[in-house]
């Protein structure tokens, strides 16, 4: 039965959250749309009236291509599959350009407005100029909001959304109240790789000037609930506060200001939600913490975290994520094509993990905070069906498939880690004849995540060997897997490629074989 990739399924989504444009851009609810982005301006240019039309009639379309992206996969027809994906993704193509020949358009008009001052043209023709981006922002964290605020909220808190009020300016009626989304994929590799940093850069926590009020409003926006909104408090010469239901976050004043949560509610049942979003996508959220209520934590950005009042032991294991898990017992294709070479995995995870611990009496306690990977059940599979040449020749018969595992991530208190035997490893048997008396029976490819030569950091170790039959007269020798190996790892002072230190080598034989033909003795 077919099932629709990871891929395949974004793709699905970003059809499904264009397709409320094709009325959005349409009559009124266009210039609702407009000033949405921040352009309140006429739309009756001849120009702009029809770019409107082509791009609402492209993402009409939308609603009809994504079902047969739905029918294919669930009625197992791999061929119509990969056919309405291809739909999909040119449709989705199309619109993109629809929203740029738009964007061109309304930055024609606002040019030839003799009503705008040169500001107000400027301004303008910046967000015109951004338009398809914008739109597609719109859409997208739109889309999201309206089926999963909860994920919406916390992806805003980590900075991959931003959902920022923009107040209109009495000295420029072009610019309307608005809130201006955007998806902000510049944020995704700095938050993968030093989380801390990040959220430091992102809330300016550590800095002389810190008020925490970025930081509560994205908090507010995560747990705000019809029945229990929280609130921000900010009274003159007063820090800020967070009032929430089950908390209150507060800044405390200093040289370099702390923060300082009020936990209200005890902690006594683990938690593990899994949230679905679309096709294989979940939110997830686990959690096992015990402690009393009333307990309190300050966070300092130089002297760490302290539990106020330590009058008894206190213990956090949480972790916010995402997965995709494969259905159907058909694994999700991330690469490739369905029946053929392929890259494909039963699961992938992503989580951004917080552990905490503290001894009764104990004001300092253990914490770390990073973020984790696991790609698992995954198999690249190199089909021989079309393959040719030298290709045909090494290939098994049925095709070549190469199971692995990956997972790691990073944190405060291991640094970059994987963990034990994730990786994957082929042995390719090309029986190569070098010459009359050297033969290649086989070449062995290994990629794996190990420690270094010391055992403290994180390594990828890569191996390429060969194993070789040589003939000399009556001598005949096997050398097994032997060849070059190189491992990459990133020590705290750095290596020969700044952070990261990459050594080359000999890979030395795993084995050797000696034959001798002679004539019987007697």
Request: proline share 6%.
């Amino acid at each position: 039965m077919s099932n629709v990739s990871a891929l395949d399924t974004l793709l699905s989504i970003v059809g499904e959250a264009l397709s409320p444009l094709a009325t959005h851009l349409q009559g009124d609810q266009a210039d609702t749309t407009m000033e949405q982005l921040g352009l309140q301006v006429p739309l009756s240019a001849d120009g702009v009236t029809t770019e409107l039309q082509t791009a609402a009639a492209t993402c009409a379309q939308l609603p009809a291509v994504v079902a047969a992206v739905i029918d294919a996969s669930t009625g197992g027809n791999d061929h119509a599959l990969v056919a309405a994906i291809r739909n999909l993704s040119n449709l989705i193509v199309h619109a993109g350009a629809a929203f740029t020949q738009l964007g061109n358009a309304l930055d024609t008009m606002i040019q030839s407005e003799d009503n705008l001052s040169p500001a107000q043209k400027a301004r303008l023709r910046g967000v015109a100029k951004k338009l398809p981006a914008r739109l597609l922002h719109l859409a997208l964290i739109s889309y999201i909001e309206e089926r999963q605020p909860a994920v919406k909220g916390a992806l805003e808190l980590t900075g991959l959304f931003d959902d920022t009020l923009i107040e209109t300016d009495s000295a420029d009626p072009s610019l309307p109240t608005h809130h201006r989304k955007e998806v902000r994929f510049d944020r995704v590799i700095p938050l993968l790789s030093n989380p801390a940093q990040h959220l430091k850069t992102l809330y300016g926590f550590g800095n002389p000037d810190f008020n925490g009020l970025e930081l509560f409003r994205r908090i507010k926006q995560m747990v705000d609930r019809p029945y229990a909104e929280a609130v921000i408090i900010e009274a003159p010469g007063l820090p800020a506060i967070l009032e929430a239901w089950r908390f209150r976050l507060e800044v405390v004043p200093g040289t370099t200001p702390a923060l300082q949560m009020r936990l209200r509610m005890p902690a006594q049942k683990d938690l593990d939600i899994s949230e679905h979003l679309a096709g294989p996508w979940f939110g997830t959220v686990t959690s096992s913490a015990r402690f009393e209520s009333g307990l309190e934590l300050r966070l300092h950005p130089t002297q760490g975290l302290r539990v106020e009042p330590p009058a008894s032991a206190v213990s956090i294991d949480m972790a916010l994520g995402v997965k995709a898990e494969s259905q159907n017992d058909a694994p999700m294709v991330l690469l490739g094509q369905i029946g053929g070479s392929r890259v494909e995995l039963r699961q992938f995870a992503l989580r951004l993990p917080f552990k905490l611990f503290a001894a009764s009496g104990a004001q300092s306690p253990s914490s770390d905070v990073g973020a984790a990977f696991e790609l698992l059940g995954g198999k690249v599979v190199i089909d021989d069906a079309k393959a040719d040449g030298f290709l045909a020749q090494i290939l098994p018969k049925g095709g070549l498939t190469v199971p692995f595992d990956l997972a790691g991530g990073w944190s405060v208190g291991q640094g970059l880690y994987f963990k034990a035997g994730a990786g994957l490893e082929a042995t390719l048997p090309v029986n190569v004849n070098l010459s009359g008396a050297l033969k290649i029976h086989s070449l062995y490819l290994a990629l794996e995540a190990k420690k270094d030569s010391e055992g403290t950091n994180a390594a990828i170790r890569t191996v390429a060997a060969a194993t070789v039959h040589a003939t000399l007269g009556p001598v005949s020798a096997v050398v097994e897997r032997f060849g070059l190996q190189a491992s990459l790892s990133f020590p705290e002072s750095g290596g020969n490629l700044g952070v990261a230190d990459l050594a080359l080598g000999f890979k030395p034989p795993t084995g050797l074989g000696l034959a001798i033909a002679t004539a019987g003795v007697t």
